[in-house]
């Protein structure tokens, strides 16, 4: 069974947690943030590499954290 896409706006806030750091980070896979976008996956990649979006890479796997994508969109808005 398919999810319903995520809105824009629930790109939230950062969620507490008990650790030492106070704040768990949020990371969006590439189609996570396609999806938010309204876009395809192979526009997201064009955003990272052209500089426009910020990616983190784990190993393999590339994720956009939560902040970044704030980030973009508010540059986007302004554009």
Do not use: N
């Amino acid at each position: 069974m398919r999810r319903a896409a995520p809105s824009v706006s629930a790109v939230g806030p950062e969620r507490p947690r008990g650790g030492r750091q106070g704040t768990v980070r949020r990371f969006y896979t590439t189609c996570e943030v396609a999806e938010l976008l309204d876009v395809s996956t192979r526009s997201v990649r064009r955003f990272i590499e052209t500089g426009e979006l910020i990616a983190h890479w784990f190993g393999r796997s590339v994720r956009i954290a939560d902040e970044d994508l704030r980030a973009f969109l508010a540059r986007r808005r302004g554009a």
